[in-house]
């Protein structure tokens, strides 16, 4: 059954920092983590709160919401919680098995990389070229409504509080990206003028990998937030216009060194 979601937001697992907002160009994808769902939780306000791992001691929480205010008044990770503490304290219960076993591995996994393992060095920019191809196709029929847009005073509001390290927050036309290599980041988009494509991708010594990409129909809200249980990555949050030329939307990124 297809549900139609206003707000979505993508707490992934994860992250010296560059932004920007010209068409850029996108490094080979070497490779794509598998995401395995652990648990799922859906309120009865509609939101809806995915577990999942992306391998390599990686885990995430995907979280849709059906409106925006649903989105600003529902319960939110910490960013130093437990993610079986986080699901306790949605449900009332225990995490299941798989959630909580998986969550002790990606810990002990931290514990016995060195950190010359996964805290790669190395300035990462941010290219002028060609728009990306491999964005997401989207889907027929699932395109957000005029009413659903959002002022910027009201995405300010909600996606660009302060009390981070760093803080980008503006708007913007064409690809909007920001890379950091530190231990937290947090990017939201609003598709205010057409729908776009976003991403999370994280480097390796073998390249670049795409963690997770999805359609943001014209109207809707979505935010990554990671929460990364191994040394600091790069990562970077980036904006595929793939639906109308120059579409108009609001960026924010942030996040803690």
Request: hydrophobic share 40%; with cysteine; net charge negative.
């Amino acid at each position: 059954m297809k549900t139609k979601l206003f707000g979505i937001v993508l707490a992934l697992a994860g992250l010296t920092s560059s932004f920007g907002c010209a068409t850029q160009a996108t490094e080979e994808v070497v490779a794509e983590a598998e995401a395995l769902t652990l648990a799922e939780v859906e309120l009865e306000t509609g939101s809806v709160y995915e577990f999942f791992s992306l391998g390599e001691g990686d885990l995430a929480v995907l979280t849709r919401h059906p409106s925006i205010e649903i989105a600003r008044e529902a319960p939110s990770r910490e960013s130093d919680e437990r993610l079986v503490d986080f699901y306790a304290r949605l449900t009332g219960q225990d995490a299941p098995a798989a959630l909580a076993e998986a969550e002790a591995r990606a810990i002990a996994l931290g514990a016995e990389l060195a950190p010359a393992d996964l805290d790669l060095e190395g300035d990462v920019e941010g290219l002028d070229g060609a728009a990306p191809t491999d964005a997401v196709t989207r889907v027929e029929g699932d395109v957000g409504s005029a009413s659903q847009a959002l002022t910027w005073s009201e995405f300010e509001d909600t996606y660009c509080r302060s009390g981070a390290d760093y803080l980008f927050c503006f708007p913007s036309t064409g690809n909007a990206w920001c890379e950091k290599r530190g231990l937290t980041m947090e990017g939201a988009v609003h598709a205010k003028g057409g729908g776009v494509t976003i991403r999370l991708r994280y480097k390796t010594i073998t390249g670049w990998h795409t963690y997770k990409q999805l359609w943001v129909p014209k109207g809707e809200v979505n935010s990554i937030a990671n929460a990364y249980f191994l040394a600091r990555r790069w990562r970077r949050f980036e904006v595929l216009n793939n639906d109308v030329d120059q579409d108009y939307l609001y960026f924010s990124c942030r996040g803690t060194n």
